[in-house]
């Protein structure tokens, strides 16, 4: 892109004031995964009506689809949507999932103001070493750094893996005083995409390991913690998507109430994308279906819009406290 610009820039605020009033508060911030303007319209709506800190979040894969120089631009026009309404909440552009030092050194020189990088899935001392080197481009600009221990099983976007590894908390510690990041994600039990358990019938989702939440907040009391994998998968969606000619069988998702105490807790970041996913296109199906003359993409697209904006309210109102804590 040539030329950087710095966050403040854009109007954005990084995660520090957000994590602290929200560990001190017992809620989470949300940080919904956006991909084009209908999804970004939608979320900045639903935390500009909840008057809730929202951190919109894009992953790798996001980035490349939505073109860099764009979201630039996207996000500045974010915080000018939010202020048009006369909501004064602050908005965080955050890179989720990040895998190498370039793509977060890139994020960082083009206007984000929080950046994750994830070396979960390296030995421990390559982890550190890279969230180190990560933390220190980073911090240099102010902008915040999420790093991860423990893998999530499931598959989003870039991210895959066959199975959970939860976060050791005897770790935490010395990770988090070598590397000086500011977020921490953890495994205890989510996982991403909308199929996270294969249950058989009649059995439950099985609870969050809030024995290693617990444990890991006693190591580092008062640091913010972040839960990746946290759709609920909600079973309406999925009923519609099949309804009308979708193949979602056995998708599965984390119950609110498991959320809600979690954000209650230590966990002051809690990740959406998959539940907004099913929104979006559950409605686009419904419509299309309702609506086969149609072909202008404003009706369906705005749709399903107006469902994301529903959805997004219901999460900041009622699973993650947000709405009013600005």
Same mark, same amino acid.
Do not use: W
């Given at each position: 892109?040539?030329?950087?610009?710095?966050?403040?820039?854009?109007?954005?605020?990084?995660?520090?004031?957000?994590?602290?009033?929200?560990?001190?508060?017992?809620?989470?911030?949300?940080?919904?995964?956006?991909?084009?303007?209908?999804?970004?319209?939608?979320?900045?709506?639903?935390?500009?009506?909840?008057?809730?800190?929202?951190?919109?979040?894009?992953?790798?894969?996001?980035?490349?689809?939505?073109?860099?120089?764009?979201?630039?631009?996207?996000?500045?026009?974010?915080?000018?949507?939010?202020?048009?309404?006369?909501?004064?909440?602050?908005?965080?552009?955050?890179?989720?999932?990040?895998?190498?030092?370039?793509?977060?050194?890139?994020?960082?020189?083009?206007?984000?103001?929080?950046?994750?990088?994830?070396?979960?899935?390296?030995?421990?001392?390559?982890?550190?070493?890279?969230?180190?080197?990560?933390?220190?481009?980073?911090?240099?600009?102010?902008?915040?750094?999420?790093?991860?221990?423990?893998?999530?099983?499931?598959?989003?976007?870039?991210?895959?893996?066959?199975?959970?590894?939860?976060?050791? !908390? =005897?770790? %935490?510690?010395?990770?988090? +005083?070598?590397? $000086?990041?500011?977020?921490? &994600?953890?495994? *205890?039990?989510?996982?991403?995409?909308?199929?996270?358990?294969?249950?058989?019938?009649?059995?439950?989702?099985?609870?969050?390991?809030?024995?290693?939440?617990?444990?890991?907040?006693?190591?580092?009391?008062?640091?913010?913690?972040?839960?990746?994998?946290?759709?609920?998968?909600? !079973? =309406?969606? %999925?009923?519609?998507?099949? +309804?009308?000619? $979708?193949?979602?069988?056995? &998708?599965?998702? *984390?119950?609110?109430?498991?959320?809600?105490?979690?954000?209650?807790?230590?966990?002051?970041?809690?990740?959406?994308?998959?539940?907004?996913?099913?929104?979006?296109?559950?409605?686009?199906?419904?419509?299309?279906?309702?609506?086969?003359?149609?072909?202008?993409?404003?009706?369906?697209?705005?749709?399903?819009?107006?469902?994301?904006?529903?959805?997004?309210?219901?999460?900041?109102?009622?699973?993650?406290?947000?709405?009013?804590?600005?």
């Amino acid at each position: 892109m040539g030329d950087s610009v710095h966050f403040t820039e854009l109007g954005l605020a990084n995660t520090r004031e957000m994590f602290k009033k929200a560990v001190n508060g017992g809620y989470a911030v949300p940080a919904y995964n956006f991909n084009n303007l209908e999804q970004l319209q939608a979320i900045v709506t639903g935390c500009a009506e909840t008057n809730s800190p929202v951190i919109i979040q894009v992953s790798k894969g996001a980035r490349d689809y939505a073109d860099q120089t764009m979201l630039r631009y996207m996000a500045m026009g974010a915080v000018q949507m939010a202020q048009g309404m006369g909501a004064q909440i602050p908005i965080c552009l955050h890179l989720d999932h990040g895998d190498s030092f370039e793509l977060c050194k890139a994020c960082v020189d083009s206007g984000f103001s929080s950046v994750m990088i994830d070396g979960s899935h390296l030995p421990y001392e390559e982890n550190v070493a890279l969230t180190k080197k990560v933390v220190e481009y980073a911090h240099g600009y102010d902008v915040s750094v999420e790093g991860e221990l423990g893998v999530l099983a499931g598959i989003e976007d870039e991210v895959s893996a066959e199975t959970s590894t939860y976060t050791r !908390p =005897e770790e %935490v510690e010395d990770f988090v +005083k070598k590397t $000086g990041v500011d977020s921490l &994600a953890i495994s *205890i039990g989510t996982s991403h995409g909308a199929y996270k358990f294969k249950l058989k019938d009649g059995e439950e989702v099985p609870e969050l390991r809030f024995d290693i939440l617990n444990e890991v907040e006693r190591r580092i009391p008062g640091f913010p913690i972040v839960l990746h994998g946290a759709s609920s998968v909600i !079973p =309406e969606y %999925v009923q519609i998507i099949n +309804k009308y000619g $979708g193949k979602m069988e056995g &998708a599965v998702g *984390i119950p609110e109430a498991q959320l809600r105490r979690a954000a209650s807790g230590a966990v002051c970041k809690i990740n959406i994308d998959s539940d907004g996913r099913l929104a979006v296109t559950a409605k686009i199906r419904e419509y299309m279906a309702e609506h086969p003359e149609e072909f202008d993409p404003r009706k369906y697209l705005g749709y399903a819009r107006k469902e994301l904006i529903k959805l997004i309210k219901h999460k900041n109102e009622a699973v993650l406290g947000s709405a009013g804590r600005v």
